[in-house]
């Protein structure tokens, strides 16, 4: 199969560079100073809350938006500046953005439609190329039987993934996804998560996704880069981020965390639930044994569990901490609870820690 009837977009992956790149809307600054680099064909997600500003970095990579200061590259190329159909990406919106009066095949055919037939190339050929890329793409996706359908026909997944076929058949150097299945219910929306990480790396196209859920962007990419108010805060792989968060607000907001403060004021130590083991405290425990806690494997802190609650593979705890005001979450899997009632006196031993430098 020659190169355009390919929709083989691993050759055309592209190098992404955010350099210093900052926006204001109104007097408002939106992104401040930002720079990112993405590398050819890897997965990385942008994570923040609603308002943080990465849809804004999305719209300013694709050319709907442009930069007040900064660069952004394509593979080595500035294109700032640079209309958004010619910056050679993709895009998947929130809401899909269907067109609702035409089918599957149409629907993934439109972008080629609005390309310009080479010279030499009739007309009846050039529909007979995009047709066989299209079949291609909707073969890849899974979509080979829907093709005559239309988008109220098809299930929330099935949308999601006609919206992803319409980008990949242009073959983009980078696919942009902004929170592409924030409308899906939660076991759907697990289900499209898993194919949709399966589809990158079979195809290996440069990915730059949005979203606001920790465990989707901690599943489904290479790199994650947690955002605030427009700072880039850390980028890091899922493991870094969630064992080594480099502040306070990136390891809240990659996972449940507790925070101990370290004894001499240099910082504080984060203690995620599942880095405990919890059991009943020895009977000379006492209320007012307050324990320091300085980092190291195997300290107990103790306290009297407040509330319990059940989530299924797991059962968390609040406790209120022996000589503190101050609540810890612990957690432990679901078949080797130890089911605590309120107003037990347990033992909480700290497995794992990771320190915080103070700022």
Known sequence: M???????????????????????????????????????????????????????????ISGFLEPDSGEILIDGRNVCGIPS????????????????????????????????????????????????????????????????????????????????????????????????????????????????REIQQRLGITTVYVTHDQEEALSLSDYVAVINKGILLQCASPEEMYFKPRDAFTAGFTGSANFIDAPDGSGSFIIRPEWTKLEAAPQEFSENNAVSFDGKPGIALYGTVASRSFFGTSVRYKIRLTGSDKFFISAVPALSDPSFSAGSPVKITVLHSWKLPSV
Not at 16 to 36: A, C, P
Not at 110 to 127: I, N
Not at 140 to 160: A, D, K, N, T, V
């Open 85 to 196: 159909e010619k910056r050679n990406v993709g895009m998947v919106f929130q809401d899909y953005a269907l067109f609702p009066h035409l089918t599957v095949a149409q629907n993934i055919m439109y972008g080629l439609k609005l390309l310009p037939r080479e010279k030499g190339v009739t007309r009846s050929q050039f529909f007979e190329m995009n047709n066989a890329l299209v079949h291609q793409t909707a073969r890849i996706l899974g979509l080979e039987g829907l093709l005559e359908r239309y988008p109220h026909e098809l299930s929330g997944g099935q949308q999601q993934r006609v919206a992803l076929g319409r980008s990949l058949v242009l073959k983009p150097g980078v696919l942009l996804m902004d929170e592409p299945l924030s409308s899906l219910d939660a076991k759907l929306r697990a289900q499209v998560r898993d194919e949709l």
């Open 2 to 60: 020659n190169d355009k009837n390919d929709i083989d977009v691993k050759k055309n992956a592209a190098a992404l560079t955010l350099k210093n790149v900052s926006f204001s809307y109104k007097n408002t600054r939106v992104i401040t100073d930002f720079s990112l680099s993405v590398a050819p064909g890897s997965f990385t997600t942008l994570l923040g809350a609603s308002g943080c500003g990465k849809t804004t970095l999305l719209k300013l």
